[in-house]
């Protein structure tokens, strides 16, 4: 099923999401959302996340552009018990290397945030990780 709704941008930059949209997704008032923006297509995706934002981070990483090796990254954070909330992946060079964002739940993992890069950066079809945290929303 698909909702659809037009919303303006306040002076502030903010939007309201229908009350519709909101009961349908569950979104409940001070629920942290991730929004992930896509400049080539000039999209945003909001995607709604129960978790607190403190376990919430995005990882970047570089990968080499061969088949399983998102499987083999994903894998890798399923193994770590992190769950991924959104992810935009994409070829850089085709058969060269990828880039994939992901934006992931650390709430049930045993890993710290710096144990969790060095083991991504461990994978072979890894060349570069990122990791970033959010700061609350205001």
Do not use: H, W
Not at 28 to 33: C, D, K, L, N, R
Not at 75 to 84: G, R, S, V
Request: hydrophobic share 45%; with cysteine; proline share 4%.
């Amino acid at each position: 099923m698909r909702l659809t709704s037009l919303a303006k941008v306040d002076s502030k930059g903010r939007i309201t999401i229908p009350q519709t949209m909101r009961e349908a997704l569950d979104i409940e008032p001070g629920m942290p959302v991730v929004l992930l923006a896509d400049l080539d297509r000039r999209e945003i995706i909001v995607s709604p996340i129960s978790a607190s934002s403190k376990y919430i981070y995005e990882l970047e990483v570089e990968l080499v552009d061969k088949p399983g090796a998102l499987a083999t990254l994903t894998k890798k954070l399923a193994d770590f018990n992190i769950d991924i909330v959104a992810t935009r992946c994409a070829s850089i060079a085709r058969g060269e290397s990828g880039s994939c964002t992901l934006i992931i739940d650390v709430s049930r993992s045993s890993l710290g945030i710096e144990e969790l890069k060095r083991r991504v950066e461990e994978l072979d079809v890894v060349t570069l990780v990122r990791i970033r945290g959010f700061e609350s929303a205001v």
